[in-house]
């Protein structure tokens, strides 16, 4: 049985845990944006337009997904003149663990 402390620290420890978590499961849990950060995992440095290209959505959608994605903190973004380009945050360790299972879920064979 946990004393008071312990269970303190530990309900302590699993919501902040949870809260990241659920922060990100929410935002991929749209699957256009899901769909997007994927491409972003093959393609780094992707611009809005092709991004828009190749998921056959409208560029203001995929702008304004690409929005959340990087308010959440998955994704980093640079301008190029009137471009602008989106990359992984990869200093964020869940967006790394994200993108190894992803990876791992790739190489799978049926």
Do not use: W
Not at 2 to 28: G, W
Not at 92 to 108: H, Q, T
Request: glycine content about 4%; overall charge positive; charged content about 25%.
């Amino acid at each position: 049985m946990l004393t008071p402390k312990e269970h303190a620290q530990l309900k302590k420890h699993v919501s902040d845990s949870n809260r990241r978590l659920v922060e990100i499961f929410d935002t991929l849990g749209d699957t256009n944006r899901c769909n997007l950060f994927r491409v972003i995992v093959e393609r780094p440095g992707i611009n809005v337009s092709e991004a828009a290209n190749v998921l056959g959505l409208s560029v203001p959608l995929v702008s304004q997904h690409l929005k959340i994605l990087e308010q959440n903190n998955l994704l980093l973004k640079t301008k190029s003149g009137k471009e602008v380009h989106y990359k992984l945050n990869d200093k964020d360790p869940i967006v790394l663990a994200i993108v190894s299972v992803i990876s791992k879920g790739n190489n799978l064979k049926v």
